[in-house]
């Protein structure tokens, strides 16, 4: 019997079977880089979050050096700035909290009292007796599960030192790629071989530019929610504005999950605190900023930075959620438009084209400093 030929296989076969195990080999290597991410993800979310810091002020040291700064003075300012504006920030939202608690509490009273009448109305039927039976149960598993939860606690106490140490990690990574930026780039760019550095480095400058002006154009569109929200709880007399606010800010930074969040958090409050109708009020209020950010902010500044499909910015938002949960959600928009970028320029560099040179003095597309 003769020995099979290519002939003997068709070409659409031979190609689909190329393709196939070069995606195999793809597959297994993304594999191994989630695994190692997982693994290591005390160092690399810290890391990762470090690098968004960066972006956000390496601009700003950039501005202050070409006004005659000394490098280390404009970096220490800008780590300083931030420092102070989120201590500023959360000393604004405690003082809050302590000027509305004793309104909160008269408020809370008047909603429980409020609460137990509807709850002893039908249908509801639930008597005080109904609710102390339910608190004496809860009392009671408590003391039976007492040491699951005092080994709750006690990761709990874990989690804390991860998260000094996560702290100490985005601190001096920060310092360190503001202050040595280029050479740190410089440094990584020459570990490919030579053919690929010019390529490499110009998607280096591409990711870079498009992670700086996505995390400045995320900070404004954030700014802006928070600023809505606020005048629209001032206006309607909804306690905890300013930390409503904060909420909202932070929900901002990721996409579509974060919004919904953070705007079922200012209708619940004013729901508790000042009733239904101020909530539907607020509820309208919250709707009005999202779709100012949807059909305004996002298409007229992200859409000019992040040049990535509202589709597949869905997409990565919920594949982030599912493989890390809130991290995977918060990195996902930024990994994507940096990744996207990269590719873009790699793909459209060619050999005749002007490339950076790798060198340690010279910008690449590490931090603008």
């Given at each position: 019997?003769p ?45 990762l ?12 040291s ?30 604004i ?15 809370l ?5 409020s ?18 039976r339910?608190v004496s ?9 007492a ?24 601190v001096f ?7 040595d ?17 010019p390529?490499i ?26 600023l809505g ?6 206006i ?24 919904i969040?953070a ?39 992200t ?5 990535v ?31 996207n ?20 003095h ?8």
């Amino acid at each position: 019997m003769p020995a099979p030929t290519d002939d003997a296989v068709p070409a659409g076969m031979r190609i689909a079977g190329a393709f196939s195990w070069r995606l195999l080999v793809v597959g297994a290597l993304l594999a191994v880089v989630v695994a190692l991410v997982v693994l290591l993800q005390d160092i690399v979310v810290p890391f990762l979050v470090a690098l968004l810091v960066c972006a956000l002020l390496a601009p700003m040291s950039a501005f202050l050096q070409r006004h005659r700064w000394p490098k280390w003075t404009a970096v220490l300012s800008c780590f300083v700035a931030i420092v102070l504006a989120i201590g500023g920030l959360a000393l604004i939202v405690t003082a809050q909290i302590r000027y509305d608690l004793p309104s909160l509490e008269h408020r809370l009273h008047h909603s429980v009292r409020s609460l137990q009448s509807l709850l002893d109305s039908e249908p509801f039927g639930i008597t005080a007796s109904d609710v102390n039976r339910w608190v004496s149960d809860g009392t009671d598993y408590l003391q039976t599960h007492a040491s699951s939860i005092l080994s709750g606690f006690q990761e709990a106490g874990s989690g804390a030192v991860h998260a000094f140490e996560g702290l100490f990690i985005i601190v001096f990574t920060t310092l360190f790629v503001l202050i040595d930026g280029p050479r740190i780039w410089a440094w990584v760019v020459r570990l490919f071989p030579g053919r690929a550095r010019p390529r490499i480095d110009v998607a280096g400058h591409a990711g870079w530019k498009t992670l700086t002006s996505f995390i400045r154009i995320q900070l404004l569109v954030a700014v802006t929610d928070a600023l809505g929200v606020v005048i629209g709880a001032l206006i309607l007399q909804v306690p905890l504005a300013v930390p409503i606010g904060v909420i909202v800010f932070l929900g901002a930074f990721i996409p579509v999950v974060g919004a919904i969040v953070a705007g079922i958090v200012a209708v619940l409050i004013a729901l508790v605190f000042n009733g239904w109708v101020t909530a539907l009020i607020m509820l309208g209020v919250v709707v009005l900023v999202q779709q100012l950010e949807s059909h305004v902010l996002h298409p007229f500044l992200t859409g000019q930075a992040v040049k990535v499909h509202p589709l597949g910015v869905v997409l990565g938002v919920t594949a982030g959620t599912t493989i890390a949960g809130v991290v995977g959600a918060f990195f996902a928009v930024p990994f994507i438009a940096t990744v996207n970028a990269m590719v873009n320029a790699a793909a459209a560099w060619r050999p005749g084209d002007d490339a950076p040179v790798v060198s340690g003095h010279a910008d690449h597309g590490g931090v603008q400093s």
